[in-house]
């Protein structure tokens, strides 16, 4: 599985920005694709993820500011981040993690930087 993230940028506090994560060379028919992020310093951590079947997980920091989505028939996984703050600077990883008979494996996609100016 390839994945193909883009979306990241420079933006000040309160402003939006929207990551996008294309998955391709999957055939996996269960699996979640979320996004993590890494801060200077921090370790890390998972930001939001969807299933395949659309069940969504958010970490608290981001609940109604973030929302995940996906369009199925692209394989596709976008963040759309609003009410960005200082301390959403990160890179953001998009991962897919697969399930099968095998248990779960990761892949993970380049990251995207992530500046919020306060």
């Known amino acids: 599985v390839q994945l193909q993230a883009s979306g990241g940028g420079s933006v000040q506090a309160g402003g939006s920005l929207r990551l996008s994560c294309a998955a391709s060379g999957s055939t996996f028919s269960t699996y979640v694709m979320g996004w993590y992020r890494q801060a200077p310093g921090k370790q890390r951590e998972l930001v939001a993820s969807?299933?395949?079947?659309?069940?969504?997980n958010y970490a608290e920091s981001v609940k109604g500011r973030f929302t995940i989505s996906k369009e199925n028939a692209k394989d596709v996984v976008y963040l759309q981040m609003s009410g960005l703050k200082p301390e959403d600077t990160a890179v953001y990883y998009c991962?897919?993690?697969?399930?099968?008979?095998?248990?779960?494996?990761?892949?993970w996609g380049q990251g995207t930087k992530v500046t919020v100016s306060s």
């Open positions: 969807i299933s395949s079947v659309g069940t969504t």
């Open positions: 991962n897919f993690r697969a399930y099968g008979i095998f248990g779960s494996n990761d892949y």
